[in-house]
């Protein structure tokens, strides 16, 4: 359902369009919320790692910039009708929907096959590392079986 709210195709593309606005903003605002967390934490002199606050400030401000550029993007294809319907047209094609599935089984299974030689690594050098990738591991397929019982009920 989430993702019908901003995916062409379901419905009035202004709509779509004005959504993503909204969820470009709440990443600019998540992100510096996390920037802004990373700098108060180092200049207070928080008893955390460097490079915790180093990777709030970071990683806040990549999503606030990513954030940013989605929204101005988005905001000009609003505004221009060519553009606009270019990028209608773009979003609800078939092919690129065929494309896009093929692309996440294949960067899926690349995905499984490198956890697996990871935890056989890890479980010789750093057992702490292993529980994570088991963990990471059993939450991907927690997902992908409940996926795959939503979309056989509801496909």
Known sequence: ???RLFSAGYGDYMAVLRRRCWLFGLCIVLGLAAACAGFVMAAVGAPLPERAMGFYAGFGTGVAACGAVGLIGTRRTMKDPKRLRASEIKETDERGHEVTRR????????LIVLIYVAMMVSIAVNFTVFLTLIAAAAVFFVVFLSSMAYYNRKL
Request: charged share 0%; no cysteine.
């Open 1 to 3: 359902m989430l993702l």
């Open 103 to 110: 692309a996440v089984a294949l960067t899926s299974l690349v």
